[in-house]
Every structure is written in C-alpha cells, then in structure tokens.
C-alpha cells in the first residue's frame, strides 16, 4: 500500500486525494472512469494530535484510509484502562469490516499525531463494490490476507512469550520487513501486551549486550541470541 512519503503538510489536499487513489492496491485495477468515481465520492478530514475520530460502538458511517499522520485504534476496560490494539499509518485503511457487515464500530479511533484522512460515506463505499468487481476482488484479497496474519497472531499469542515475540519483532525490523519507525507503546500494540512489558524485555535485552536502546532507535547487536530467544 502506499507509504507515507509526505513529509509536509499539503497544501492541495485534493491533489493528494487523487494521487492516492492512483496509487493505492484497491483501485488498480479499475479503468479511468471507475476512478473518477472514487475520486468523486471521496472525502477528505483534517484531524489534529490527540482528536477523537469514532467511538467504538457506534453505527459504522463511513470506511477511512490514512493519507498523512497515524491513527491509534484503542479499547477500553471496564475499569478504565486504555488499550492501543492497533496503529494505523499512511495507506492503511480502517472500519472497512463494519461497512460490510453492518455491525458496530470494534474499536475506538484517535489521532496520535496531526493526520489527514481519505474517507468514503458507508454506502458509497458499498456501492463501489458492488459495481465494480476488480475492487471487490481486492478488497477480498485484502480481508484474506488480514485473516491469515490474524491466525499468525493467534498461534503466536498461543505458543510464544512475550520476550519471544519481541525477539521476532525485533529482527524483522532490523532486516527490513518492517519498515518505519516503532514506539514502545506500538510494538506492545503489535504484540498484544502492555507498554510496561516491552519496556522491562527491551531492559533485559540491552543488559545481555543483544541490542542497543537510543533515542528513538533500537540496533541489534547480536541476531544469533534474538533468534535464539524467539526460538526460530
């Protein structure tokens, strides 16, 4: 999907809503005319740092698409506690489940930083798929593959620890699969725990001498004991 490879605000938001559309894996497949039919029906929000988008448990209304900024997705206790489950960052899209099966909205959503959305009203959307078949088959595409990562997930929460988990995280960024900057609370997000958690593994990491914790950066020292502790 697309990248974040804004650095600026822009100025033309429209311009960005165009050239998303183009380059974004949902929409390739269609002719001109079908994408100057999501061009038409999409909309674009301005949201600052800290700004609450939809609150879980509301009707769905509209399916969104990050264009600058990132979006946090958070869960709430009954007793209070806040929980992020997901991050969402430039060309990834979200309440795409809800349109489609007419259910509430599973998660909170909030701007962690100044974001721009792409969004389309909930039956527009909708009607896109139904009148053009290479988006429904991408959007398929997309819900398979989000489902096989959930099944990854499942069986990782099931049979790894948490020191294992971020082991794995940890080399995967280190060799490139996962591009892009992490926070402490993201990885927790990722692997399903608490930012505490990340923290005190991160701690033992850097004290047997297998990765160095900078300001904003983390560098592997020693692969062979990372994937010794994930257990690959």
């Known amino acids: 999907m697309p990248s974040g490879t804004l650095t600026r605000w822009p100025t033309d938001t429209r311009?960005?809503?165009?050239?998303?559309?183009r380059e974004h894996p949902y929409w390739a497949g269609l002719d001109e005319r079908a994408l100057g039919e999501v061009e038409a029906a999409a909309r674009v929000r301005e949201l600052e740092r800290g700004q609450v988008y939809a609150l879980e448990g509301d009707p769905c209304e509209a399916v969104c698409?990050?264009?600058?900024?990132?979006?946090?997705?958070?869960?709430?206790?009954?007793?209070?506690?806040?929980?992020?489950v997901n991050v969402l960052q430039a060309?990834?899209?979200?309440?795409?489940?809800?349109?489609?099966?007419?259910?509430?909205?599973?998660?909170?959503?909030?701007?962690?930083?100044?974001?721009?959305?792409?969004?389309f009203r909930r039956d527009d959307f909708v009607r896109l798929l139904e009148r053009?078949?290479?988006?429904?088959?991408?959007v398929a595409g997309d819900f398979?593959?989000?489902l096989r990562?959930?099944?990854e997930l499942v069986a990782d929460l099931s049979l790894r620890s948490v020191p294992q988990r971020l082991a794995r995280l940890l080399l995967e960024r280190a060799e490139g699969r996962?591009?892009?900057?992490?926070?402490?609370r993201d990885m927790a997000a990722?692997?399903?725990?608490?930012?505490?958690?990340?923290a005190r593994c991160l701690a033992r990491f850097q004290d047997e001498g297998w990765i160095r914790v900078g300001r904003g950066v983390i560098e592997v020292l020693d692969a062979e004991a990372l994937r010794f502790e994930a257990g690959d």
């Open 178 to 184: 996962l591009p892009g900057r992490m926070t402490q």
């Open 65 to 84: 698409f990050v264009l600058l900024g990132r979006i946090d997705a958070v869960k709430l206790s009954a007793e209070g506690r806040r929980q992020v």
């Open 190 to 198: 990722q692997l399903g725990t608490a930012r505490e958690v990340v």
């Open 15 to 21: 311009a960005v809503l165009r050239r998303f559309v």
């Open 132 to 138: 053009h078949p290479p988006l429904m088959r991408a």
């Open 91 to 119: 060309g990834q899209g979200f309440y795409l489940v809800p349109a489609l099966d007419g259910g509430a909205l599973p998660a909170t959503t909030v701007a962690a930083t100044r974001s721009l959305l792409l969004y």
């Open 144 to 146: 398979a593959a989000r």
């Open 149 to 151: 990562r959930l099944g």
